[in-house]
């Protein structure tokens, strides 16, 4: 079974940056988008951000303007580029891959790391 390999989080101050990553641990076929999710003590799972097949990128407005989120199709990996993080960005970073094989569309999942951002 593949999984998602995800590495980068830590303990950040305020202002500072992070680089996360998110890597399969073997084959993928038919990546579509690759997304990065959040997720905060008490609060829901919520959408950072998406890189698209085509390279087209959204973001959460929160995180815009400071996070960019880029991927390596040869090697089938997402990053998250976080700058100027503030506090209210502690969480913990899932990362996402939709694949769209022979009509079915299928998900996978990173293990999530924990991001701390202190004030």
């Known amino acids: 079974q593949v999984q998602l390999v995800e590495s980068g989080g830590g303990l950040v101050q305020a202002g500072g940056s992070l680089r996360l990553s998110c890597a399969p641990s073997?084959?993928?076929?038919?990546?579509?988008?690759m997304s990065w999710y959040r997720q905060a003590p008490g609060k829901l799972r919520e959408l950072v951000g998406t890189t698209a097949v085509g390279g087209g990128t959204t973001y959460a407005d929160s995180v815009k303007g400071r996070f960019t989120i880029s991927r390596d199709n040869a090697k089938n990996t997402v990053y998250l580029q976080m700058n100027s993080l503030k506090p209210e960005d502690t969480a913990v970073y899932y990362c996402n891959v939709h694949v769209s094989l022979f009509g079915k569309e299928y998900d996978y999942w990173g293990q999530g790391t924990q991001v701390t951002v202190s004030s």
């Open positions: 073997g084959v993928i076929f038919s990546i579509r988008d």
